[in-house]
């Protein structure tokens, strides 16, 4: 007769999470699925496009390591074990933007944010309060968040964003965005409620503080 699983304590479970965010932050993450950018030639030589492309891809991968740190938060708090589930299968996907992402910005000859720790934990913090306000609300939360990421990627695919040359990081940001868009429609069909304004307006509020500050740190 099969022995059921031990029902993890309050304990064991912010001790596995705390090794998550350990691995997230502090380790070479490995991407399940091959790199986007395949076998397009580097083509970004001059210094200062390099240094921008650079710095926007160091901001998605600050991005990433908010958004695992999200959805690690918000599965620890979830009353609904399919909803939890379905929240760590989405930070699969992100772990392999995180591994695409710090390829890339090595490949620029730069580093990822010195302050990914800061990222991880306020972000957790976030996820875990927001759990805590209910299922729908945190579905709804991460709808709103793919939302806002994918019109933030969006942004680097234009003009004034990622040089129009680079097809390495446009080939990742793209499919980056497929992603985040799957992510928000899952939630919403799984019941996400739609957030207040004024909550949605402090979350592009921050997003914004951590763009700025990553793109140089």
Known sequence: MRTPPRRLSLVDRLVQEFDRGLRTVAAANVAARPNPAGQAPET???????????????VNHAGEIAAQALYHGQALTARDPRIRQSLLDAARDETDHLAWCQDRVRELDSHTSLLAPVWYAGAFTIGA?????????SLGFVAETEKQVVEHLESHLLEKGLPEDDERSRRIVEQMQADEDRHGSDA??????ELPRPMRELMRR????????AYRL
């Open 129 to 137: 309060v927001t759990g805590l306000a209910g299922d729908r609300t």
């Open 188 to 193: 919403k069909q799984a019941g996400g409620r």
């Open 44 to 58: 970004v030589v001059e210094p200062a496009a390099r240094r921008h492309a650079a710095g926007l891809m160091r």
């Open 206 to 213: 921050t997003a914004r503080i951590m763009t700025r500050t």
